[in-house]
């Protein structure tokens, strides 16, 4: 029997796959429903690029000190921390990759 080799030709050259991730924004433990969002980019994203794609971002020193207008508090020790599956990340933004399914809380909280 003759194998039609041309249905696995098609495949072969696809473009970078995605990835799915929901970003959720909380103030104070609080979820803000309208800045939480379901994201599709291209596999190897970093997180820090998806914010600047999807939010108004204020970076300083690479570091998120405002997501849309809101402002961490330094005399208050409030910071902006993000968390990956409820852990607090042990990289920056700018260096995580986002992976399929990730579910990404960016907190508004005080300091321990």
């Given amino acids: 029997m003759a194998?039609?080799?041309s249905d696995n030709t098609?495949?072969?050259g696809s473009e970078m796959e995605?990835?799915?991730a929901e970003i959720n924004i909380l103030i104070d433990?609080?979820?803000v429903?309208?800045?939480s969002k379901e994201i599709t980019v291209p596999e190897g994203t970093y997180l820090l690029d998806v914010m600047h794609e999807n939010y108004e971002v204020t970076e300083e020193g690479g570091f998120i000190s405002a997501i849309e207008g809101i402002e961490q508090d330094l005399d208050a020790e409030r910071?902006?921390?993000y968390y990956i599956e409820g852990e607090m990340a042990s990289v920056g933004a700018a260096?995580?990759?986002l992976q399929e399914g990730d579910q990404i809380e960016w907190r508004l909280e005080d300091s321990e």
Avoid: N, R, S, V
């Fill in 18 to 20: 995605e990835i799915t």
């Fill in 79 to 81: 910071y902006w921390l």
């Fill in 10 to 12: 098609e495949d072969t």
């Fill in 3 to 5: 194998t039609d080799e």
């Fill in 95 to 97: 260096d995580y990759e």
């Fill in 29 to 31: 433990g609080e979820a």
């Fill in 33 to 35: 429903a309208d800045l």
